[in-house]
């Protein structure tokens, strides 16, 4: 295990902003975690990476425990915060410079760490620019690549894409992917996004600094997540007699929505009621409708 | 060694944020060089008018270059001691901005301690400020040369000696205050408040013989007294001996000293020029000892969990 948390509790002030919390990422995974905004998550990582400290409980990563051994653990972690922290005054190269100091990388060291970077993120064009000078994107890249300037086993993401263009968000994912496919990076993730959530290898939902829900996307669809059957005509009629059978129905501007516990019920339903179902299709469960029945509240809402 | 090089690589960044940010570099800049061209501008002559009085005095006339230049000696101490603290308090700007953005919290993600943190700040506006007073004092000079010079090179070296104490005493005291500065409102609010009082509360825009005995004795109390106290000797003892060279009587000489601040007096005791240097480093020291002691009660506090995130 690349994170172990056990018993994480932390206050601010009679705020409980992580409640008992423990959980476990495995080396190489890529793990989401979610919870609407003030749930916990961001405490959570400050916790983890040294800038906070805990009131209570165990947090040991990549092996060490942070109280005892902070340096060891920031050493073996890069983080990529919601909101941009380069100088934005300064370029890209000089940024990455001073970040690359602190990890004790300086001179020809850090020039083929840069070159290795630039590999990687397509740092070339940008990197002697200044920072306001770059697209929001562009800034996200060179983001990443501080996160990373220390080849750290451990990336924290803390929502990386968040008000990125839908293109940006596609090729900051494209160095994700690449990153854990070619070096076995750990991702730790919090997103807005159920889509990024839904290519995770595990998922840790967090509801005012409980943990409500955990484990696999797909695990937690067929735990959490209601099917639906979407039918297009006979409406009224469908409505009426699937209502009476005691389904969830929700009638909407052209289709009617039934809700039923997977697709299993859908077939035998459709067997049982041919007439009703000229046109329809049967959608999964996604990774919303997990968030919000395991939390009654709509991520992108809060 | 490496944690030498986390240094001064976090020094590097933090003078570098100060210089490429124009506006700010431009306002540390321009603030002397203001006070400087207003003090010359408007100032000037009511100093030549006081310094001919004394001299009409003692029955003496000064040659006009002696003159200005000693009022432009006397204005530009005013200038170099009051302006090692204002630009400090600026220019630490950078330290400030870094806990707004969240800087700070990313670099202590970074295997980094607290303390080098600190001093990279320090250091950066220590650099920061002699560099900026370095060059308004070689605009003062070329100022001094142009109207009237008459300093030493023995002076001139301990002018140096005097900027860098002046500094050292301007950065500690703003390290102090700013540590407890988290946003740009406080920060503004603290460079106004220390911009407008400091001139006044040291001794720096009008001589403390014009001040009322009980504001004189509570103004020698405070040590940026004695940062304008070296400047002054050491801008204005050139011109003084020149005066008497000319024939100013040693009375006249004393006179000029004790009216325009060359001699300091705590009652009716003259202080010497060492005890200046003693008040103002003793005071230095005891502002690292504070801001020392602030880094690590922070550092601390933060690491026992009583601060709020």
């Known amino acids: 295990m690349i994170i172990e948390i056990e018993n994480l509790n932390k206050s601010f002030k009679n705020v409980k902003a992580v409640n008992n919390l423990s959980f476990c990422v495995k080396e190489g995974e890529l793990f989401a975690f979610l919870g609407v905004n003030g749930a916990g998550k961001s405490t959570t990582i400050n916790i983890i990476s040294g800038i906070l400290p805990k009131d209570g ?41 001073s970040r690359a100091a602190l990890y004790g990388i300086f001179g020809g060291a850090f020039r083929s760490r840069i070159e290795e970077l630039d590999a990687l993120l397509g740092l070339k064009d940008i990197v002697k620019r200044p920072l306001d000078k770059l697209s929001g994107g562009q800034r996200r890249r060179v983001d ?15 929502e990386p894409t968040t008000g990125l263009d839908p293109q940006t968000r596609a090729a900051v994912w494209r160095v994700i992917d690449e990153l854990r496919k070619t070096r076995g990076l750990t991702v730790f993730l919090t997103t807005h996004y159920m889509e990024e959530a839904a290519i995770a290898d595990y998922v840790v939902i967090l509801d005012a600094g409980k943990k409500v829900a955990e484990g696999t996307p797909h695990e937690l669809k067929t735990a959490y997540a209601t099917d639906i059957v979407r039918l297009y005509s006979h409406l009224d009629e469908a409505e009426k007699q699937l209502a009476s059978l005691g389904y969830g129905v929700c009638r909407e501007r052209g289709y009617v929505d039934v809700e039923i516990k997977g697709t299993r019920v859908a077939t035998q339903l459709i067997a049982a009621y041919p007439d009703l179902f000229d046109d329809y299709e049967v959608l999964k469960g996604n990774m919303d409708s997990v968030f919000l029945r395991v939390t009654g509240k709509d991520i992108r809402e809060v | 060694m490496t944690e030498f090089k986390k240094l001064w690589a976090l020094t590097l960044r933090n003078m570098k944020c100060y210089f490429k940010d124009k506006f700010l570099f431009f306002v540390s800049l ?64 950078v330290m400030i901005q870094d806990k707004i953005d969240g800087v700070v919290n990313d670099l202590r993600t970074s295997p980094v301690k607290g303390t080098t943190l600190s001093l990279s700040y320090f250091i950066a506006n220590f650099l920061v400020t002699l560099l900026v007073m370095l060059s308004v004092l070689v605009v003062g000079f070329v100022y001094l040369a142009a109207v009237g010079w ?16 002046c500094v050292l005493f301007g950065t ?104 200046m240097y003693v008040i103002l480093l003793g005071t230095c020291a005891l502002l690292l000892a504070a801001y020392v002691s602030i880094v690590i009660v922070q550092n601390d506090r933060r690491a026992k969990n009583k601060i709020k995130s």
């Open chain 1, 57 to 97: 409980g165990k947090v040991t990563v990549c092996g060490e425990d942070v109280d005892k051994h902070a340096d060891a653990v920031k050493s073996r972690l890069g983080i990529v915060f919601q909101s941009s922290v380069l100088d934005k005054r300064l370029t890209a190269y000089d940024n990455l410079k």
């Open chain 1, 144 to 158: 990443i690549a501080r996160a990373l300037i220390h080849s750290p086993d451990l990336l924290i993401l803390d």
């Open chain 2, 30 to 93: 321009i603030t002397p060089m203001i006070l400087l061209v207003l003090f010359v501008t408007f100032l000037r002559t009511v100093y030549i008018d006081s310094f001919n009085g004394i001299f009409s005095m003692f029955g003496f006339e000064a040659e006009e270059k002696l003159v200005n230049g000693l009022a432009g000696s006397w204005l530009l101490s005013s200038v170099m001691s009051v302006c090692a603290v204002t630009v400090a308090i600026c220019s630490n700007a």
């Open chain 2, 172 to 275: 500690l005291l703003a390290g102090v205050i700013e540590s407890f500065i988290s946003t740009q409102g406080a920060l503004s609010a603290v460079s106004t408040l220390v911009s407008s009082l400091y001139g006044f509360i040291c001794g720096a825009y009008m001589p403390l013989s014009q001040f009322a005995s009980g504001v004189r004795n509570v103004i020698c109390v405070l040590p940026g007294t004695y940062s304008v106290g070296i400047m002054r000797n050491h801008f204005m003892s050139g011109y003084v001996e020149e005066l008497g060279r000319l024939g100013l009587p040693y009375e006249g000489q004393q006179a000029l000293l004790d009216g325009f601040d060359g001699n300091i007096y705590v009652g009716k005791t003259q202080m010497p020029l060492w005890s």
């Open chain 2, 150 to 165: 008459y300093i030493p090179a023995a002076n001139v070296a301990m002018i140096l000696v005097d900027t860098l104490c």
